[in-house]
């Protein structure tokens, strides 16, 4: 009846033009963005994040930050009841929070589960995650994965299409490594400026309090109009420049240039900077001084597991999706993958300690260095790389036998500069390379 209601009400189509779940979509973040002041970037982050069919999402920032007002305004303007678990250290249990034993049953031998309102919730919010004793952060990876619960021997999954929000603060600390990779995407909250505050202040002054926020907003779409959407992105494709680059990225993040011969282990052995950091000193009998100092893959501490290259397309599919394109591109016009990365990276990225004391977290690295280094030294490369790689691999009668030698010869010389590129070598035929050594020229591999 309520959806009915809302329906007629408050998105009604005229005759005269045709309005879609998408603009419904846009109708309910403008409903919330016209009280929570964002930048615009984060607020593109937040859209595209929310249209990723069964992800989830860790909000973070400090305390104050609109957080938890946002997410609750977000159930509230798509009309969705939402279930909500506010952490607290030692007390909170998933069997506490999804589910209970029923005493009657258990009394005469027999264990049976009683699911709480939560486990079949339309939208589900976990709220200071990172306050969570570890047994309960370890209980929700399959959650947060593949949306099931066990409990004894029972297993619940939740609904595929629900909207899943964790909030967390970085002055008590981070995640566990394991849940920290399981969400989508991680959004940094940025703190209010100077005038920002005042207006807050006065606010608080006036006796306005920042939670009668929530009791403004009112319903914009449904929960089918965010449905219809995300099969909308599902049907997205991914253009192959834009997919080479998405792996390259990834790849940059998971693999030690140094220590292989071709990038195809994705893995970072400890190299000098592990002694640095725990000796202080360097002992090159025991690891010989690294050549690519400079590289993404001497900032990662920790290679990435597959989830971030998975990630990375499905919020690339997204925020295409918002742009009105039918396909996922990375060129001059459209950087949907690269847009993509700070938001998938900084909740599963552990940088090296004598990086990350620089920064304020991983995200921050991403957007103010990462960017930087990829825009001068990798990208305009990586794009002349990928052509070449195209041109080797489609071959004939499409291009000239000129053409392709041409193209190998270029890739080539890439690769040999650029370990990351090496594999789109391999895979037109191109078995030898040259060797960086540390304080020298290149040489012939042996």
């Not at 970037?41 to 069964?54: P, S």
């Not at 690269?338 to 990086?355: F, H």
């Not at 291009?399 to 895979?427: C, G, M, S, V, W």
């Amino acid at each position: 009846m309520a959806n009915q209601e809302l329906n007629n009400a408050e998105v009604q189509e005229t005759e005269h033009e045709t309005v879609t779940p998408l603009d419904h979509f846009n109708n309910a973040f403008d409903e919330v963005f016209k009280y929570i002041k964002l930048p615009e970037d984060t607020q593109r982050a937040l859209k595209a994040t929310t249209l990723i069919k069964g992800g989830t999402s860790i909000l973070v920032g400090l305390p104050g930050t609109a957080k938890t007002t946002l997410i609750e305004m977000l159930a509230k303007v798509f009309n969705i009841k939402m279930a909500k678990i506010t952490c607290a250290p030692q007390k909170v249990t998933l069997e506490g929070s999804f589910y209970r034993l029923d005493i009657p049953s258990l009394m005469k031998g027999e264990e049976k589960i009683i699911w709480k309102d939560i486990a079949d919730a339309d939208f589900i919010f976990i709220s200071e995650i990172n306050r969570a004793p570890q047994s309960f952060q370890d209980e929700l990876i399959d959650l947060l994965q593949y949306r099931e619960l066990e409990a004894y021997g029972e297993v619940k999954t939740i609904k595929p299409n629900a909207l899943g929000f964790l909030d967390m603060n970085w002055y008590r600390g981070g995640l566990d490594k394991a849940i920290s990779d399981r969400p989508r995407t991680m959004i940094p909250f940025p703190s209010p400026d100077f005038f920002a505050r005042m207006n807050i202040s006065q606010k608080r002054f006036n006796k306005q309090s920042i939670t009668d926020l929530r009791q403004k907003v009112v319903p914009k779409a449904t929960l089918d109009d965010l449905i219809a959407c995300q099969e909308e992105v599902e049907k997205i494709e991914i253009d192959d420049n834009a997919l080479l680059y998405a792996t390259l990225i990834t790849e940059s993040f998971s693999a030690c240039l140094y220590n292989r011969d071709h990038a195809s282990e994705r893995w970072i052995p400890p190299c000098f900077e592990d002694q640095l950091e725990v000796l202080g000193e360097i002992d090159t009998n025991l690891t010989p001084k690294c050549s690519y100092l400079g590289e993404i893959c001497s900032c990662v501490k920790t290679p990435m597991a597959y989830r971030l290259d998975e990630s990375l397309i499905l919020l690339a599919k997204s925020l295409a999706y918002l742009d009105g394109q039918s396909v996922v591109f990375q060129d001059e016009e459209f950087g949907h993958v690269t847009e993509a990365l700070k938001y998938v990276v900084g909740n599963r990225l552990e940088l090296r300690d004598s990086i990350a004391k620089h920064w304020v977290n991983a995200s921050d690295w991403v957007t103010n260095e990462l960017y930087n280094y990829l825009n001068k030294n990798k990208l305009k490369q990586w794009a002349t790389a990928i052509e070449c790689f195209i041109t080797a691999s489609e071959g004939t009668p499409k291009y000239t036998q000129h053409q392709i030698d041409r193209a190998k010869t270029q890739l080539h010389t890439f690769a040999n500069k650029n370990l990351e590129l090496r594999p789109l070598a391999l895979a037109v035929g191109i078995t030898e390379f040259k060797k960086k050594k540390y304080g020298k020229d290149e040489v012939e591999d042996d």
